[in-house]
């Protein structure tokens, strides 16, 4: 059974720190990725990985203080957020694909979800 358990959100202040972490089971993937989705939004794009730990993409507006990366041993991907900003504030997700080529940034290109992690920043 394939499974992908997040953990690691919470409430911070803004400017704070955390570290989402995406624990994979079940079997192996070309890809991961964390998108996230705010209330009233659409679910988007945040960062991408290939799960040999190279090759990452990142949203523009993560770019520079989120960080993604990869722990091949625990078969783990970490998502660092730091310098967090209210806008931040949304569920997120981590996603895996199965697929040899895919578009990093298209969520239809994933075919497993984790069950989310809220992540709320306060200003």
């Known amino acids: 059974q394939v499974q992908l358990v997040e953990s690691g959100g919470g409430l911070v202040q803004a400017g704070d720190s955390l570290r989402l972490s995406c624990a994979a089971s079940?079997?192996?993937?070309?890809?991961m990725a964390w998108f996230r989705q705010a209330p009233g939004k659409e679910r988007e794009f945040v960062a991408s990985i290939r799960w040999s730990g190279r090759n990452t993409y990142y949203a523009d507006s993560v770019k520079g203080r989120f960080t993604i990366s990869s722990d091949n041993a625990k078969n783990t991907k970490y998502l660092q957020m730091n310098s967090l900003k209210p806008e931040d504030t949304a569920v997120y997700y981590c996603t895996a694909s199965t697929r040899d080529s895919l578009v990093p940034t298209r969520a239809s290109d994933y075919d497993y979800w984790g069950q989310g992690t809220q992540v709320t920043v306060s200003s």
């Open positions: 079940g079997r192996t993937f070309s890809r």
